[in-house]
């Protein structure tokens, strides 16, 4: 294995599930897809061999992640290099001429202060299409109650860590959408008390 090829143990977990349900959440036609903090950038190379019409542009806020997600992409046609980016600046990508039709976030908000999942909002309102849908991966709490004892406890290890993380609220996060002209639209279950939520464009 090329050893800049980082490995995450839950992308094997959970790579089919996601793959597969990306098929039904894509829009139609999906050119450009985005990928916000794609960590080692293992999903990002799968997507991106399953969906051979669709151009991927992983990013990360952590410039050691994107020698990994350049050495996962090398065998792919369809992957920009990854970029550096910290969603809470806003004028990320500001050199993109691309509008994208997807934006994926996996497993990134629960470990992030909050402002990262407002900021998921800010800047897709400025670099996303009008037909764009937004997939946020993770757990989530349902009416401020968790899903799972397993998610609690994951809660509790998170706080542990940061105060500021933590396994956000669906409704939360949809109020943060709407404050930014996006709204919830589609809640997928996924194993291990995880849910891919989708916003659109309201
Ligand atoms: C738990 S990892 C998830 C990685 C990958 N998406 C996955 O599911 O395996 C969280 C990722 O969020 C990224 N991240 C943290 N803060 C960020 C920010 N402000 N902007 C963009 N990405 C950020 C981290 O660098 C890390 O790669």
Redesign the pocket.
Known sequence: MNDKKRD?P??HR?IEVITNQLRIILPKNTKYVL??????G??VAHFASEFPDIVFQP????VE?LESIDAWAADQKNILSAQR????KTDWLADSTRKFDALL????IH??PWE?TK?IFIGADKIMNKDCKIAI?GPFKINGTQTSQSNEEFEKWLKGRDSAYGVRDIEDVNKAAQAYGFSHIEKHPMPANNFINVFART
């Open positions: 995450a839950s992308y959970n990928e916000i903090g794609s960590g080692t293992q999903h990013t990360d806020y952590k992640n980016l910290d969603i809470t976030c996996f497993n990134v470990i992030t990262v900021a991966y």
